[in-house]
């Protein structure tokens, strides 16, 4: 499996933490977040290929990452400018080279092999998400359903939901290659918008929603809490 992992964000919500030092390198337990994702990645599949979108200011995860995994041979790509997730993916083209790949991230992470060979094995593209409230909601992609389960739209935080639950994308989504002609015809900085395209275009998404634990880091009151967990372990 090809995976991508983007990592060139600029962090702001981790500020002043990430100031001083990439979000990717933020330490979880001793541990920079990053090597949580690429450990599991590793445990799961011996011929994994692994694409690190960074900014031209993160050299420093790069040169982690070489250190720390110095097994793996890690294709790294840079997004010039921080125009949001769509452009991150469109900068590893050349590296998906026609294929199916897995969209990953180092700030919002799971630890299951189980759950990843899953996403590796699956056939058709694969969003994991899990429900939320309609408060929680807002901060993520929401997904609808059409009646045979395939994802009907995504739509990223919405301003307004009606009380209830509902599923939300979090940080698995294998996608398909035409991914990127879709991005290229988007207006907006949101992949999901991308997802959107590829649906209407007649490709079919599933999510897996079954019960799993994922350790969400991207802002200060998640860092805190991903701390107490991942001791725990």
């Known amino acids: 499996m090809k995976y991508l992992i983007p ?6 919500r981790l500020s002043p933490i990430t100031d001083k030092i990439p979000k990717e390198l933020v330490p979880i337990n001793g541990k920079p977040v990053i090597w949580y994702t690429i450990d599991l990645i590793n445990k799961t599949d011996k011929k994994a290929k692994i694409c690190i979108v960074l900014s031209p200011k993160k050299n420093t995860v790069k040169r982690y990452l070489l250190s720390a995994f110095p097994k793996n041979n890690f294709v790294f790509v840079i997004q010039k400018k921080p125009i949001g997730l769509a452009n991150a993916v469109y900068q590893a083209k050349k590296f998906v080279n026609g294929s199916t790949f ?37 901060k993520y992609g929401v997904i609808f359903l059409n009646k045979n389960k395939t994802i009907s739209k995504i739509i990223e935080k919405p301003k307004f939901l009606p009380k209830g639950f509902y599923l939300c994308s979090q940080c698995y989504y294998l996608l398909p290659n ?9 207006k907006t900085e949101y992949l ?9 275009d007649g490709e079919k998404y599933f999510v897996y929603d079954k019960k799993y634990k994922s350790y969400d880091m991207g802002t200060l009151k998640g860092l805190e809490k991903t701390q107490r967990e991942i001791k725990k372990i």
């Open 7 to 12: 990592c060139a964000g600029l962090g702001t």
């Open 102 to 138: 897995l969209l990953m991230f180092p700030d919002h992470f799971q630890l299951d092999t189980k759950l990843l060979s899953y996403f590796v094995n699956s056939k058709y593209p694969l969003i994991l998400a899990q429900k939320e409230n309609e408060k929680n909601s807002l």
């Open 178 to 186: 035409s991914i990127f002609d879709a991005i290229k015809n988007i």
């Open 192 to 200: 999901q918008d991308a997802i959107n395209l590829t649906i209407k």
